[in-house]
């Protein structure tokens, strides 16, 4: 599998959708895409390994991510003419605009509703898909109602009305079908997958389906660029929480190297200090971080 080194991006009129290419990051020698279900628990457990990678070599990796549904209504004899179509009976205007959420299966809404997020910037698509699955496997929130959607845009600290207006838009459609067309070029038929690319040669990409060891992907860091990257700091634990708002015992455990029993000793004196509020769920024991305004109420 070779990389051009390029960016896949969409243009055309409905239903006949052109992928093209142009150059981006000259600046960062490794491009790591992220194919990923906004639906799928094991997509979510990859994320404290993605972000972990950010932070300690940021200066080393550009990432992109790549929504690539693996349910039925993705089927590629349907998508994206079917989403198309139902999308086209929504006109733009100030009488409905919006309406469209309520006209959306569940997977398009959600996958329109990343793209339509990524808009506004690569981190603010991060942010709203975390936000999203939160609403989705741990407050089991109703992801058919636009109103969970609006909520999540708002925590994520999207301008609610470009949102609104982009997300009922052809450009969403656009990118979600190079993401299919990226999915089936790239032969992705796990998810989550990763797949690193070296910007500087023209070598093979090195594809990891499901999820490894944190080691693993360093490892690869390492091989791509020819040496071993120099890793920068995590940040305390209470500044991650800051800046992520909520994580999970378990994930605080892979970010930081920590067995469970420590990251829970480490978040008790931050909950004494009143900056975090634990969080009990199915799916294990998530922290809060309380904004000061909230504490000091």
């Given at each position: 599998m070779k990389h051009n080194h390029t960016k896949s991006m969409c243009e055309g009129s409905s239903g006949k959708y052109i992928c093209h290419t142009h150059s981006e990051n000259q600046y960062k020698p490794i491009e790591l895409y992220s194919f990923t279900d906004p639906l799928s628990p094991e997509c979510m457990g990859?994320?404290?390994?993605?972000?972990?990678?950010?932070?300690?070599?940021?200066?080393?990796?550009?990432i992109r991510s790549v929504i690539a549904c693996h349910s039925n209504v993705m089927d590629k004899r349907q998508f994206p003419n079917q989403l198309a179509s139902g999308r086209n009976k929504t006109d733009?205007?100030?009488?409905?605009?919006?309406?469209?959420?309520?006209?959306?299966?569940?997977p398009y809404s959600l996958s329109i509703a990343v793209k339509a997020a990524e808009l506004q910037g690569k981190a603010a698509g991060r942010r709203f898909l975390?936000?999203?699955r939160h609403k989705?496997?741990?407050?089991?929130?109703?992801?058919?109602?636009?109103?969970?959607?609006?909520?999540?845009?708002?925590?994520?600290?999207?301008?609610?009305?470009?949102?609104?207006?982009?997300?009922?838009?052809?450009?969403?459609?656009?990118a979600l079908q190079c993401d299919r067309k990226l999915t089936c070029e790239m032969e992705v038929k796990t998810l989550p997958t990763l797949i690193f690319f070296s910007v500087?040669?023209?070598?093979?990409?090195?594809?990891?389906?499901?999820?490894?060891?944190?080691?693993?992907?360093?490892?690869?860091?390492?091989?791509?660029?020819?040496?071993k990257p120099k890793a920068n700091d995590l940040p305390p634990i209470r500044e991650f929480l800051r800046i992520f708002k909520m994580a999970a015992t378990k994930e605080l455990s892979i970010v930081y190297g920590l067995t469970d029993k420590e990251i829970e000793m480490e978040m008790k004196k931050l909950q004494l200090k009143q900056i975090v509020k634990r969080m009990s769920y199915p799916l294990g024991t998530y922290w809060r971080y309380i904004e000061k305004s909230e504490g000091s109420s």
């Open positions: 990859i994320e404290p390994i993605i972000k972990k990678l950010i932070i300690e070599y940021r200066q080393y990796i550009t733009i205007n100030e009488d409905n605009k919006g309406n469209c959420l309520n006209n959306m299966p569940s975390r936000k999203l989705v496997f741990l407050e089991k929130d109703n992801i058919n109602d636009k109103h969970v959607l609006i909520d999540c845009a708002l925590d994520a600290g999207l301008d609610i009305q470009e949102f609104t207006k982009d997300i009922c838009s052809q450009t969403p459609i656009k500087a040669a023209d070598t093979e990409g090195i594809k990891v389906p499901g999820v490894y060891p944190y080691e693993v992907y360093v490892q690869i860091l390492s091989d791509l660029l020819g040496e």
